[in-house]
């Protein structure tokens, strides 16, 4: 059986998104959620490609949790997370995004 695959880039929909450096803030992470449909998204395809663009440099884990967090916690581990997500990113991003899995795993509340 053949997988379905998407790609997403994690800034779309984002006002000034050519401008920003910092993607932050849980509220922005769920907006993105709900504006990129991404649970429907996880429900129809057997992995996701997350393009974070060359302008980003730092993701909070604000932004990371209201995103994925539930997602994450869904999961219930980093490896069967990462199956389903890939990211497209820097390395300095991946480690942001590693922080943020950990943070969602050990129900860490990072500020708003």
Known sequence: ????????????????????????GRNLGKEQRKRLKLDELVA???TIEVIIPDNIYSMSSSFFLG???????????????????????SESLKNNINDGINDALNDVEAME
């Open 44 to 46: 129809k395809n057997d």
């Open 1 to 24: 059986m053949k997988k379905s695959k998407c790609r997403i880039n994690i800034t779309d929909n984002i006002k000034n998104r050519d401008s920003i450096i910092v993607i932050s």
């Open 67 to 89: 995103m994925f967090g539930d997602i994450v916690r869904n999961c219930k581990t980093k490896e069967k997370f990462l199956e389903k997500f890939i990211f497209i990113c």
